[in-house]
């Protein structure tokens, strides 16, 4: 049984019985979509916990003889207003996460429990608060592989997955054993051992057309760590085999723009008298790093390697192929007038 599913429906029989009403173990158990064995289990392992639920045999129900919270007295105005604010913001942010709902619900019972100076002061800064992501996949329809696969790292069972590899251009079929999920920028990876590459590799959620647990078992590596894993990869692509010493020019216009991000572990960033700025890195691979510089346009010029200024050069070279085409199609010189028969 997944240790994920279980946590989400103890905290739906919580919600359940926090709304004073007696529930009998047939509609519990309808409401959470298991058997009402399962809810016998799980009702006992929150009694044993210090829920303060209630059996009455007259009427076959459990419910709450008083409203029950979790304590905050041990947090302070500050923590519970951190805590506020984030739940409030990440509620909101329809990320795919699992619990988006629950973090939305702990907000509004947060808010309760200030005093009511408090309250009006979260009212007021959550208004005044706003977080905005960039683009990001919402991943439609994948919350269940999501689920499984946070239930395969628990349970540290592989995973039989068919995927649509941009790499290969095809859809391959592979035993992923999963070592992490990771959100980065757009979307969520998982990474994890794949036997058809024989290595560790990273896949994107959004790209899984199906997914199976399998019975087998394995172990993540006491050594293995994302950052490791990673190593100087610009992103999440590593090409371990082209390290590059990056040297970039950006001009005036955009210089403190980029000096104010902290985009990659490892650059230096110089102001040049002028107002340009020297942009320095180390990066494995220079593919990824390839497009945040020509993000800049004109603004950004590669100085070093030459590699990647050579990338950046067919790029662009591409790019004026692909719309002198289209300005042709879109605006076509005037047909030559006919010299008149002599």
Not at 18 to 43: H, I, K, W
Not at 120 to 148: M, W
């Amino acid at each position: 049984m997944s240790s994920t599913a279980r946590l989400r429906r103890l905290l739906r029989l919580i919600e359940l019985l926090q709304s004073g009403r007696p529930y009998n173990s047939d509609q519990l158990a309808a409401e959470c979509e298991v058997s009402r064995r399962t809810v016998f289990r799980d009702m006992q392992a929150l009694l044993e916990a210090g829920f303060p639920a209630v059996y009455n045999h007259e009427r076959n129900a459990y419910y709450l003889p008083r409203p029950f919270l979790i304590p905050t007295q041990e947090l302070s105005p500050t923590e519970t207003m951190s805590l506020l604010l984030m739940c409030e913001q990440v509620g909101h942010l329809g990320l795919g996460i699992p619990f988006e709902g629950s973090a939305k619900a702990a907000a509004d019972k947060l808010r309760l429990s200030l005093p009511e100076h408090l309250r009006l002061l979260a009212q007021k800064s959550v208004e005044a608060l706003s977080i905005q992501l960039d683009p990001r996949n919402p991943l439609h329809g994948q919350r269940d592989t999501f689920e499984l696969v946070m239930r395969a790292i628990v349970e540290r069972k592989p995973v039989r997955i068919e995927y649509s590899s941009p790499a290969e251009r095809e859809i391959i079929k592979t035993l992923l054993s999963p070592y992490r999920l990771s959100f980065s920028r757009r979307s969520w990876y998982v990474i994890g051992r794949s036997s058809v590459h024989r290595e560790v590799r990273t896949f994107n959620i959004a790209r899984f057309q199906k997914a199976e647990l399998t019975s087998g078992e394995y172990r993540i590596p006491v050594r293995f760590s994302l950052e490791k894993y990673l190593g100087k990869a610009w992103h999440l692509i590593r090409d371990r085999k082209n390290p590059a010493k990056i040297h970039v020019r950006f001009s005036a216009k955009v210089a403190k723009n980029v000096a104010e991000v902290h985009w990659h572990a490892t650059q230096r960033t110089t102001f040049l008298p002028s107002g340009e700025l020297e942009y320095h890195a180390e990066v494995e691979g220079i593919n990824e790093i390839s497009w945040w510089i020509m993000g800049y346009g004109q603004e950004a010029e590669v100085l070093a390697p030459a590699s990647l200024r050579q990338l950046i050069a067919s790029h662009v070279a591409q790019m004026q192929k692909t719309y002198r085409r289209k300005l042709r199609i879109d605006s076509p010189g005037k047909a030559k007038k006919k010299k008149p028969a002599r």
